[in-house]
Nanobody
Framework: QVQLEESGGGSVQAGGSLSLSCAAS????????MGWFRQAPGKGREFVAG????????YYAGSAKGRFTISRDNAKNTVYLQMNSLKSEDTAVYFC??????????????????WGQGTQVTVSS
């Protein structure tokens, strides 16, 4: 079983940048596709970005495309989300998740098996 711990959240002004990290332990990290999701107050949890097991494929939600970059370092058991040009609507709790089944990248919340506890990102306008 994989344990996931996010870090790097915080408060930033609109137009600024934040970098999130998610450290994994307890499993073979390179066996999992990884994803970032977010949940804003009063809304459901939505897919933000995903990356395949060895990082060859990445996929982004439309809201993240061109502004966010997902990457992973399998030697460090860590997945990252670099967020640039942040907007107030990016305010949410951000979760990383591990998918042990997909060969590629899934956008479906139900496909992911393990979740971190989340880190808050607040963007002020």
């Amino acid at each position: 079983q994989v344990q996931l711990e996010e870090s790097g959240g915080g408060s930033v002004q609109a137009g600024g940048s934040l970098s999130l990290s998610c450290a994994a332990s307890g499993g073979t990290f390179s066996s999992y596709a990884m994803g970032w999701f977010r949940q804003a107050p009063g809304k459901g949890r939505e897919f933000v970005a995903g990356i395949s097991r060895v990082g060859l494929n990445q996929y982004y939600a439309g809201s993240a495309k061109g502004r966010f970059t997902i990457s992973r370092d399998n030697a460090k058991n860590t997945v990252y989300l670099q967020m640039n040009s942040l907007k107030s609507e990016d305010t949410a709790v951000y979760f990383c998740a591990a998918d042990r089944k997909s060969a590629g990248v899934s956008t479906l919340r139900s496909q992911y098996d393990y979740w971190g506890q989340g880190t808050q990102v607040t963007v002020s306008s």
